[in-house]
């Protein structure tokens, strides 16, 4: 069963950081993209950033947030500097256009999400 699996999630106090880890398993040719979104209560989920054939940030994270992807063990981390109360929120790994044995096609996957916590 190919699945996404987040790490690093936990409570901070504001200027603090915290790096997120997220590794896909199972047989996977290749991933399109990887990136993180997050989701408080009552709101969308958003995108945090993405490391497809660019790397894309929200405007909110840029110069905050690093995203690093390691392609070849379909990994993806997000380091989380100067961390401010309204980054609260469950963090959740992306992938797109997953391809596996049972999926040629490409799939879009979701990890189970991992809270963070931002005390100020």
């Known amino acids: 069963q190919v699945r996404l699996v987040e790490s690093g999630g936990g409570l901070v106090q504001a200027g603090g950081s915290l790096r997120l880890s997220c590794a896909a398993s199972?047989?996977?040719?290749?991933?399109?993209?990887m990136g993180w979104y997050r989701q408080t209560p009552g709101k969308q989920r958003e995108l945090v950033a993405v490391?497809?054939?660019?790397?894309n940030y929200a405007d909110s994270v840029k110069g905050r947030f690093t995203i690093s992807r390691d392609n070849a063990k379909n990994t993806v981390s997000l380091q989380m500097n100067s961390l401010k109360p309204e980054d609260t929120a469950v963090y959740y790994c992306?992938?797109?256009?997953?391809?596996?044995?049972?999926?040629?096609?490409?799939?879009?996957?979701w990890g189970k999400g991992t809270l963070v916590t931002v005390s100020s």
């Open positions: 992306y992938g797109r256009s997953v391809v596996t044995t049972t999926s040629p096609y490409g799939m879009d996957l």
């Open positions: 199972g047989s996977i040719f290749s991933i399109n993209a």
């Open positions: 490391s497809g054939d660019s790397t």
